[in-house]
T-cell receptor, first 117, second 116 residues
Framework: DGGITQSPKYLFRKEGQNVTLSCEQN?????MYWYRQDPGQGLRLIYY???????QKGDIAEGYSVSREKKESFPLTVTSAQKNPTAFYLC????????????????FGPGTRLTVL | GNSVTQMEGPVTLSEEAFLTINCTYT??????LFWYVQYPGEGLQLLLK?????DKGSNKGFEATYRKETTSFHLEKGSVQVSDSAVYFC???????????????FGAGTQVVVTP
């Protein structure tokens, strides 16, 4: 079955540590996204990538970093510079967000819940 | 910039009641509009979508009509079930002529609780 996988489902981090969240998709989508979700709030875009080896900052990129070395993978690193990292992190993908991806429908993974101890 | 406003929750209903969740938006041009649903502890699933004015999206008994004149995309269902309990998000994707195309702007979400 095609889809998006995120691992781990739950992650605990001590203050001052970097941690990397995994996101893999086998939908052959060009574009991938990372969102952060806090209780009672909508999703906020952290980073997005429209093509391999290229990515752009979203609305709340400070304290986060990403890489896009392969089409199917878009890992997110939460660095020690992120002051309030406890949140639910969602990865998504879509067809190319340009001429081909007209409807921009995004498919979401199951999420990773990060807690800072 | 683009923005989405949806009614605050929680919305508590009895089974078989009528559900409406209001959603209004601000955007340049003609965005695409979406409703996503999130069940507890899970990611988001696309519920329905509409890509141009007067389009009606529908799925699983839910409907929403893209109203350009009122910049709205209200979600409705005629008879809810306990299994419809979830958080519902309204979202838009910017018009093709803007640099926000391809990125989704989400509302804050509305929690719906359906009781037997």
């Amino acid at each position: 079955d095609g889809g998006i996988t995120q691992s781990p489902k739950y992650l605990f981090r001590k203050e001052g540590q970097n941690v990397t969240l995994s996101c893999e998709q086998n939908l052959n989508h060009d574009a991938m996204y990372w969102y952060r979700q806090d209780p009672g709030q909508g999703l906020r875009l952290i980073y997005y990538s429209q093509i391999v080896n290229d990515f752009q900052k979203g609305d709340i990129a400070e304290g986060y970093s990403v890489s896009r070395e392969k089409k199917e993978s878009f890992p997110l690193t939460v660095t020690s510079a992120q002051k309030n990292p406890t949140a639910f992190y969602l990865c998504a993908s879509s067809e190319q967000a340009s001429a081909g991806g007209r409807y921009n429908e995004q498919f979401f993974g199951p999420g990773t819940r990060l807690t800072v101890l | 910039g683009n923005s989405v406003t949806q009614m605050e929750g929680p919305v508590t209903l009895s089974e078989e009641a009528f559900l409406t969740i209001n959603c209004t938006y601000t955007a340049t041009g003609y965005p695409s509009l979406f409703w996503y649903v999130q069940y507890p502890g899970e990611g988001l699933q696309l519920l329905l979508k509409a890509t141009k004015a007067d389009d009606k999206g529908s799925n699983k008994g839910f409907e929403a009509t893209y109203r350009k004149e009122t910049t709205s995309f209200h979600l409705e269902k005629g008879s809810v079930q306990v299994s419809d309990s979830a958080v519902y998000f309204c979202a838009l994707s910017g018009a093709m002529t803007t640099d926000s195309w391809g990125k989704l702007q989400f509302g804050a979400g509305t929690q719906v609780v359906v009781t037997p």
